[in-house]
């Protein structure tokens, strides 16, 4: 691994502000190209008792994006719904890197658990 140099610390947050936030593992079953755009990808992600469409910019990142196909991993599911590139995102991934740029990865749970377990 290649040195790195880890940003500072964000400031403090209260608990309340962490458990605004609703993060929950699901299983991503199926990755598509968004037409309209050269980086997002979209995903089909089983909650357990739904499933949702979120938007991803995993295009470039990885040399095959389906390959996260069957995978489950880290996804808030409390923002807005935002429309980008003509189609609209249910959720943000939950993933490890991008900020740093650093090549994301998935953040997955340790062993499978129940889709739409809750984080935190």
Known sequence: MN???AAPVKPLVNIEALEALDI???TIERVEEVSR???LMKMTVNFGNHTRTILAG????RENPREIEG????FVVNMQPRKMAGE??????????????VTPVLAVPERPVPNGTRAG
């Open 37 to 39: 755009s050269d980086k």
């Open 3 to 5: 040195e790195y140099a």
């Open 58 to 61: 995993i295009k470039k990142e």
């Open 24 to 26: 929950r593992a699901g």
């Open 88 to 101: 609209i995102s249910e959720g943000m991934l939950f993933d490890i890197g991008y900020a740093d740029g």
């Open 71 to 74: 995978r489950q991993a880290l």
